[in-house]
């Protein structure tokens, strides 16, 4: 696409923010009900999806087919605009899609994502009591009998697994093989008989993820995702695009938003007339923060356009954008100063980015931990990435 052609695309854009973002939506989303926020994001899904910006990530087949450009220009758009985001949706569209358009067949591609686009919710089902970093420890079985499987086990932290249809379940099929080898990838029905989800509920008052206990599930065998046994090399896929592509639309609202809104906190004056501003030491910092933002963004339009990224790649930029949301946010508590802290809800909707920001600061510690907390992300890049000696395995 040309530089004209993206201007032109960015006008678009910029139009179509301007006429479909509801101005009230934070107002409306701040103390909302469960069921206010699942309808909300249902619809502004579907106003996204009528633009063609709800999968722009997706291959042109599939309601997708936007360049990394555009898709870069549209991100910016959205959060200078100050779009909700697809909380919701995020599985689905991100990790769901990634696994199925790698490793599905015709039929789960067929079946799932023209429904993802209708609004089918998605839940990761991985981690489990005894296996979060170690993952490969997992002890949820899949035992195969005839064309299906029966399932028993049970799930941890599954974010917003209590909206959810189907699930991305990872289950040992071969006990006795090595932990890595035993284990299948399944598409799991919600609905279906022996599936409890049990909200867990934070220091904050939000559920924002359950517990999912599994009773004798059957999945029958057309949900299995790739070859039986083989589901930890599928779930390198899910992961990848944990670390990675969900990274372009975050680094951009950190950019267009969390930054943006920290320079205006800064600028504000306080009451003896003078503004954060005005000391040396606080334009040192945000000079700082914005440099490390434009690194991150072009870190992450490079992983993104990559068609054969390095082994580490994903990693670096998941811990990078989530320990810079930690730096961000922190000097964003220390300028807003102890009025902040008496700000105990946020819309919900928005992410992390409420501009509340020692909400957001506790937030932000979230991010070190999905997908990979910090410490195994730091193993990855030194031992994948730069080719370090392996760290010793416990006996
Ligand atoms: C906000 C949020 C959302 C989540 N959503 C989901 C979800 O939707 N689906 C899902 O399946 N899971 C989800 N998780 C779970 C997440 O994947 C796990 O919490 C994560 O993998 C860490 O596992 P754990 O909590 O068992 O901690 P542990 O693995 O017990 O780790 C505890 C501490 O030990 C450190 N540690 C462990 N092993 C090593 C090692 N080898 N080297 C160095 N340090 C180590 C860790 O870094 C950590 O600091 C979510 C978690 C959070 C916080």
Redesign the pocket.
């Known amino acids: 696409m040309s530089a004209a052609d993206l201007a032109d695309f960015r006008a678009d854009v910029r139009a179509w923010c301007r006429a479909h973002i509801p101005s009230d939506w934070r107002a409306a989303q701040t103390g909302a009900t469960d069921a206010e926020f699942v309808a909300f994001q249902q619809a502004w899904f579907q106003e996204l999806r009528g633009a063609g910006y709800a999968v722009p990530h997706w291959p042109a087949e599939w309601g997708g087919g936007m360049s990394v450009a555009q898709q870069t220009v549209l991100y910016r758009e959205l959060a200078a605009h100050d779009a909700p985001r697809l909380v919701l949706a995020f599985v689905a569209i991100h990790h769901a899609a990634a696994t199925l358009l790698a490793a599905g067949t015709d039929a789960q591609r067929e079946r799932h994502l023209p429904a993802i686009l209708d609004g089918e919710i998605w839940?990761?089902?991985?981690?489990e009591p005894d296996a979060?970093?170690?993952l490969a420890a997992l002890r949820t079985t899949a035992r195969r009998q005839g064309d299906a499987y029966v399932v028993n086990g049970q799930?941890v932290?599954?974010?917003g697994a209590a909206h959810a249809d189907q699930c991305l379940l990872l289950a040992r099929t071969d006990p006795a093989a090595p932990k890595r080898r035993g284990i299948s990838y399944l598409l799991m029905d919600m609905r279906s008989p022996g599936v409890e989800v049990r909200p867990i509920r934070q220091a904050t008052g939000e559920s924002?993820?359950c517990e999912i206990f599994l009773d004798d599930v059957v999945i029958p065998a057309g949900n299995l995702v790739g070859p039986e046994h083989d589901g930890w090399r599928v779930a390198q896929e899910t992961l990848g695009t944990e670390r990675g592509m969900t990274m372009l639309e975050l680094a951009e609202r950190l950019g267009n938003g969390g930054f943006r809104w920290l320079v205006e906190a800064c600028a504000r004056p306080g009451r003896d007339g003078t503004a954060p501003l005005d000391d040396s030491r606080v334009r040192d910092r945000l000079a700082e923060l914005e440099t490390e933002v434009t690194g991150l963004r072009a870190l992450c339009a490079d992983l993104v356009a990559n068609d054969a990224p390095g082994p580490a790649d994903a990693s670096i930029v998941k811990l990078y954008y989530s320990e810079l949301l930690q730096r961000m946010t922190d000097f964003g508590a220390q300028i807003a100063g102890p009025a902040a802290h008496t700000v105990l809800r946020k819309p919900l909707s928005s992410g992390w980015e409420s501009g509340a920001w020692v909400l957001d600061f506790v937030g932000s510690w979230?991010w070190t931990?999905?997908?990979?907390?910090s410490?195994?992300q730091r193993?990855i890049i030194g031992e994948r990435g730069l080719g370090l000696p392996r760290?010793p395995k416990a006996v």
Do not use: L, R
């Open positions: 839940v990761q089902g991985f981690s979060g970093s170690d799930k932290w599954a974010s924002h993820f979230e931990i999905p997908g990979g907390t410490e195994i193993s760290e």
